[in-house]
C-alpha cells in the first residue's frame, strides 16, 4: 500500500462532494463557512473543487462532474489532501469515469494523497484500497470540520490534527464522552453545544482472548450490504462486480475487519440481515477479527452486541465492540491497509507502522 504524506502547515486541501451536493445548499452555508475557519485555524487551506458547491440536484443528476473535481484534486500537485464533503448513498456512479480513466490511475498511484471521509464514502475507500493507496476512514468536512459548536469535538480534533505532520496517533483510544447526533443543523444552532454523556463502557471485548493483528479494512456496513445486494439501486450490483470494488476473499484474509452502522440506525432485524449477506462472502472465515463503531446515539447498543455474535456463529472469532469511529460521535480515523495490532486483555489499538510516507515509524 502507497502512503500519503502528512499535511504541513500552509498546504491547499481539497474538498470535494463525491455523494450528496448538500454542501452547495444556501441552508447549508454556515457550516460552509465554519469549516473555511476551522480548516485555516489548523493551518490549512481549503480549495473548493469547481463543483462541490454546485448543490444537490446538480450533483444527483451529473456523477461524472463530482468525479471530475476527485481528478483534478488528484492532478493538482498543490492540493495535498482531500476531505469529502459528507456521504451520502450513490457514490458507487462514480467508478465508471474513474476507474476507466487512466490517468487519474496513475495520479493515485505515483502521487497518493490523504483522503478522509466516512459513510458511503467506505465506495471510495474501496476504490483508493483496491489502487492500492493507503485512505483514512475519518472525519469529513460537514459531520466534523463544521461542528456548529464553538469548537471542534476535542476528541475529533486530536483525529484531525493527526493528519498533520508531527502529529501522528500511533494508537486510537476511546474517547471520555459521546455525543448526540444534533436534531437542528440551522443557522439558530451555531454556537450551541451537543447532548454530551460520559463514557462508561469503553472499549467492550464481544468474545475473544489475548490479542490479534493484521491490516485494517471495512467500512460501513450499509455501503457494504448495497454494493452486494442492490435494493436501493438495482445496478450496484453490477457496476461493483465490474471494477471488482469488493475485495476478494483473497484480499480479505488476515485482515482487520471494522464496521459500522449509519444514522438510519437498522433495526437488529436489519442489521442481522445486512451482516448475513456479508457472511455469505465467505470473509468472517479468513479474518482475524473484527472492530465494531459505537452505534449512534447508542440506539440498540445492547441488541446489536446479540446480533453480531449470532451471525459470526464462532466464539473463536475476536471482536472488540464500542469503537469511537463512524456515524457516532467523535471519531477517530482509521487507515486502511494499515497494520494494526488489538489487545483485547489491555483494550487497546495500535498501529504497527506509519501511515505517512514523512513519518518514520518508532517503537511505543
Not at 473555511?36 to 440536484?57: A, H, Q, Y
Not at 476527485?70 to 492532478?75: G, I, N, T, W
Not at 477479527?289 to 453480531?308: A, M, N, S, W
Request: charged residues 25%; aromatic residues 12%; hydrophobic residues 35%.
Amino acid at each position: 500500500m502507497k502512503k500519503p504524506n502528512a499535511l504541513k502547515k500552509g498546504d491547499k486541501v481539497a474538498i470535494v462532494s463525491l455523494s450528496s451536493g448538500i454542501l452547495g445548499e444556501d441552508f447549508c452555508s454556515h457550516q460552509l463557512e465554519l469549516g473555511k475557519k476551522r480548516l485555516m485555524t489548523l493551518g490549512l487551506e481549503p480549495v473548493f473543487m469547481r463543483n462541490s458547491l454546485k448543490g444537490i440536484d446538480y450533483l444527483k443528476q451529473h456523477p461524472e462532474s463530482r468525479a471530475q473535481d476527485l481528478k483534478e484534486a488528484f492532478r493538482n500537485p498543490a492540493i495535498k489532501g482531500i476531505i469529502c464533503a459528507i456521504g451520502g448513498d450513490d457514490t458507487y456512479r462514480l467508478l465508471p469515469f474513474l476507474l476507466e480513466d487512466k490517468e487519474f490511475i496513475q495520479n493515485v498511484q505515483a502521487n497518493p494523497k490523504l483522503f478522509t471521509g466516512f459513510s458511503d464514502t467506505t465506495i471510495n475507500h474501496l476504490m483508493f484500497y483496491q489502487l492500492g493507496m493507503v485512505s483514512f476512514y475519518g472525519p469529513n468536512f460537514i459531520n466534523d470540520v463544521a461542528e456548529l459548536a464553538d469548537d471542534l469535538l476535542p476528541y475529533t480534533k486530536t483525529t484531525l490534527q493527526s493528519y498533520l505532520e508531527g502529529h501522528e496517533l500511533h494508537e486510537i483510544l476511546s474517547s471520555k464522552f459521546w455525543y448526540e447526533e444534533r436534531t437542528d443543523f440551522s443557522q439558530t444552532a451555531v454556537g450551541t453545544e451537543r447532548i454530551q454523556h460520559l463514557e462508561k463502557k469503553g472499549y467492550e471485548v464481544l468474545q475473544g482472548s489475548g490479542s490479534f493483528s493484521g491490516p485494517l479494512l471495512g467500512g460501513c456496513l450499509e455501503s457494504f450490504y448495497d454494493l452486494l445486494a442492490g435494493e436501493r439501486y438495482p445496478d450496484e450490483v453490477e457496476i461493483s462486480q465490474k471494477y471488482h470494488l469488493f475485495p476478494s476473499i483473497e484480499q480479505w484474509e488476515g485482515k482487520i475487519l471494522f464496521l459500522e452502522t449509519s444514522e438510519e440506525k437498522p433495526s437488529p432485524e436489519e442489521l442481522e440481515k445486512e451482516l448475513m449477506t456479508l457472511k455469505q462472502t465467505g470473509i468472517f472465515s479468513v479474518i482475524n477479527g473484527i472492530l465494531v463503531g459505537k452505534p449512534q446515539d447508542e440506539v440498540y447498543y445492547e441488541e446489536y452486541k446479540k446480533i453480531y455474535k449470532k451471525v459470526v456463529s464462532d466464539d473463536t472469532m475476536p471482536i472488540l465492540y464500542n469503537v469511537n469511529f463512524g456515524h457516532a460521535y467523535p471519531h477517530c480515523a482509521l487507515p486502511y491497509g494499515i497494520h494494526t495490532t488489538v489487545d483485547l486483555t489491555e483494550k487497546t489499538i495500535s498501529f504497527n507502522e506509519s501511515y505517512f510516507q514523512t513519518t518514520e515509524h518508532k517503537e511505543w
